[in-house]
């Protein structure tokens, strides 16, 4: 399942985050890249334990804890701390697969579930770029508005295409969903979008309350 999560942050949260990531400390980002990932991953990256990318995190972080759309497409129950990249021109990241299972700051393990990228450079600022995404709903190409966010499952094959002019910039990182499979997910998020167009439109009460008790029942069933 994908689910775009449009206005994640707002304009002024942008522009105070783009100011400050224009005069960050860039690194290679195959410092994050596992095995499989280093050999096709060419891009600069925020050093995950620097000052600047803990605030930048903290700032998303606040803005998802109480994002209705993406707490019912998630159902998160950890995320990992938000990471910032930046392609120029010729950079690229080949076909991969994210790791399953990621070392958390803490030293806990996390499951991957789930992926984010949240754009923070808009896309006629630059071309190529392009988040591609393989997975049984077909390939998908994604390039969104600066504060928009896209969620997609991370056991899916993934690419951004070559910069070929500007620079892309974005924050990436993984949720450990409660239900951890893709199918299951979908399902729920779907009960649960109907059951708030039911009750937006003042529908039959006694159905709405029988449709939110399967979602919980289901709920409880597929959380791990």
Known sequence: MLARIPDLLSDAQ??????QLRSAQWIDGRATAGYQGAGVKRNLQ?????????????????ELERNPLFISAALPNRVYPPLFNCYEN??????????????????????T???????????????????????????QEIKLPAGDAILYP??????????????????????????????ERAILFDMDSS??????TSADEAACLQLTNCYHNLLRIWTR
């Open 14 to 19: 942008l522009q105070a985050m783009r100011e």
């Open 46 to 62: 925020l050093d995950e334990r620097s000052a600047l990318a803990r605030e930048l995190g903290g700032v998303l972080m606040s």
């Open 113 to 139: 579930d789930l992926s984010i990228t949240v754009f923070l450079a808009n896309p006629d600022e630059y071309d190529g770029g392009e988040l591609i995404i393989e997975h049984t709903f077909g390939t």
């Open 154 to 183: 991370a056991s899916s094959l993934h690419r951004v295409a070559p910069i070929t002019r500007g620079a892309r910039l974005a924050s990436f990182f993984w949720i450990e969903s409660l239900v951890s499979g893709d199918a």
């Open 90 to 111: 010729g950079m690229t990241f080949g076909t991969h697969v994210d790791n399953a299972v990621r070392l958390m700051p803490d030293g806990s393990k996390l499951r």
């Open 195 to 200: 059951i708030q167009r039911l009750r937006a």
